[in-house]
Nanobody, 120 residues
Framework: QVRLVESGGGLVQPGGSLRLSCAAS????????MGWYRRVPGEQRELVAR??????NMIESVKGRFTISRDSAKNTVYLQMNNLKSDDTAVYYC???????????????WGQGTQVTVSS
């Protein structure tokens, strides 16, 4: 079994900062990709940022404001969000692709989601 636990969401004023964390635990052999998606009610979930084998990519609207990083020793991925805007309001989901043994295929796992609300 694999478990993803997210933390760090909340309410913040425009221009403020939040840091999201997602820790994976359980039967983990290797992790290839760690990332964050978000979803606004009524819209499709969109990729915000991801990190794979040291390289990162993120959507244009958060470049220069968000930073994604990972701590491989802790199987944890972070999303530092600065200069938050109202358009960043969404439920943020952690997404990790991992293998549970040396022979198995990589599979995606999702966190439970954490609400980020940017409002004055």
């Amino acid at each position: 079994q694999v478990r993803l636990v997210e933390s760090g969401g909340g309410l913040v004023q425009p221009g403020g900062s939040l840091r999201l964390s997602c820790a994976a635990s359980g039967n983990i052999f290797s992790i290839s990709t760690m990332g964050w998606y978000r979803r606004v009610p009524g819209e499709q979930r969109e990729l915000v940022a991801r990190i794979t084998d040291g390289s990162t990519n993120m959507i244009e609207s958060v470049k220069g404001r968000f930073t994604i990083s990972r701590d491989s020793a802790k199987n944890t991925v972070y999303l530092q969000m600065n200069n938050l805007k109202s358009d960043d309001t969404a439920v943020y989901y952690c997404h990790i692709i991992l293998r549970t043994d040396s022979r198995g295929a990589s599979r995606p796992y999702w966190g439970q989601g954490t609400q980020v609300t940017v409002s004055s």
